[in-house]
């Protein structure tokens, strides 16, 4: 089956710093690619969609400025946490699809964030 | 906003036994999906249905869905202490390029 990765699997830093989290899939190309948050004991939201080559498409009440999403190739894109702070500490999950956004969607394992 | 609402929040059921979680959505979709979550971890795809089919099957799972009360059901039959996780429904709704998932249902198998 599709495999995606994220790395790191967690990362503590301290207010005001910018952090980068990795989103690969192993062994497909990757046309799209989703960046979700996810709080303790709630469901995923759904931050943005990345697509190769193209700028991220955010949902309503993410900054696009804070978080930076780049998508430079099939199989990788990054979300950059920029200027973080306490309130951005959560569980920050990608997945990606290999056919349209109707097809399944295989996730990565997710980055947990601590905002100290 | 989410559209998937799924009830119960929270299950928990001897091992051995069936588990039955149910979802609810809004506007008319392409499919729905269900995946299972484990503490702390990334989201594992457990079965896709898609808005022609009323009822699909893989392993100990059943999956149905009703597009005419926007309504699908997941049942783990035999239920075993590994099958312990949060379960979530996702829709792609027509024309949103996006999934959109429901609130989830935590499910505790007791040995």
């Known amino acids: 089956g599709a495999v995606v990765s994220q790395h790191p699997s967690r990362v503590i830093c301290k207010s005001g710093t910018s952090v980068k989290i990795e989103c690969r899939s192993l062994?497909?190309?990757?046309?799209?690619m989703f960046w979700y948050r996810q709080f303790p004991k709630q469901s995923l939201m759904l931050m943005a969609t990345s697509n190769e080559g193209s700028k991220a498409t955010y949902e309503q009440g993410v900054e696009k400025d804070k978080f930076l999403i780049n998508h430079a190739s099939l199989t990788l894109s990054t979300l950059t946490v920029t200027s973080a702070h306490p309130e951005d500490s959560s569980f920050y999950i990608c997945s990606a699809t290999h056919g349209g956004p109707q097809e399944t969607q295989y996730f990565g394992p997710g980055t947990r964030l601590l905002v100290l | 906003s989410q559209q998937g609402e799924e009830d119960p929040q929270a299950l928990s059921i001897q091992e051995g036994e069936n588990a039955t979680m149910n979802c609810s959505y809004k506007t008319s979709i392409n499919n729905l999906q269900w995946y299972r979550q484990n503490s702390g971890r990334g989201l594992v795809h457990l079965i896709l249905?898609?808005?022609?089919?009323r009822e699909k099957h893989s392993g100990r799972l059943r999956v149905t869905l009703d597009t005419s009360k926007k309504s699908s059901s997941l049942l783990i039959t035999a239920s075993r202490a590994a099958d312990t996780a949060s379960y979530f429904c996702a829709t792609d709704a027509l024309g949103a390029q996006k999934l959109v998932f429901g609130q989830g249902t935590r499910l505790t198998i007791n040995p």
């Open positions: 249905i898609r808005s022609n089919e």
């Open positions: 062994d497909f190309q990757a046309t799209t």
